[in-house]
Nanobody
Framework: QVQLVESGGGLVQAGGSLRLSCAAS????????MGWFRQAPGKEREFVAA????????YYADSMKGRGTISRDNAKNTVYLQMKSLKSEDTAVYYC??????????????????WGQGTQVTVSS
């Protein structure tokens, strides 16, 4: 079992940057691949980025390539999502998720077992 708490969301100007954090507790963090997903009003939850348990492999949605960086600090039990050049279409609730996977990290939300409560990101244009 792992509990996840996102933070770092807020209001940011278009073109700006934001770093989201997801703090994990209740289990051994380094055993989990981690993912970030987002959901805008009226839309399905979509994949944003994911990272393997060691941090050696990262995966990004096309919309995030060149703009987003996922990273993790296993000593701090935390995964991060750094976003830059933010656009209004990045506005959404961002969720982190965890799955016990040894190699790589999945892109599908259905494969994740644990979820945080989400943090709101609003990009003004």
């Amino acid at each position: 079992q792992v509990q996840l708490v996102e933070s770092g969301g807020g209001l940011v100007q278009a073109g700006g940057s934001l770093r989201l954090s997801c703090a994990a507790s209740g289990s051994i963090f380094s055993r989990y691949a981690m993912g970030w997903f987002r959901q805008a009003p009226g839309k399905e939850r979509e994949f944003v980025a994911a990272i393997s348990r060691t941090g050696g492999s990262t995966y990004y949605a096309d919309s995030m390539k060149g703009r987003g960086t996922i990273s993790r600090d296993n000593a701090k039990n935390t995964v991060y999502l750094q976003m830059k050049s933010l656009k209004s279409e990045d506005t959404a609730v961002y969720y982190c998720a965890a799955v016990a996977q040894q190699i790589g990290a999945p892109r599908s939300s259905y494969l994740y077992d644990y979820w945080g409560q989400g943090t709101q990101v609003t990009v003004s244009s």
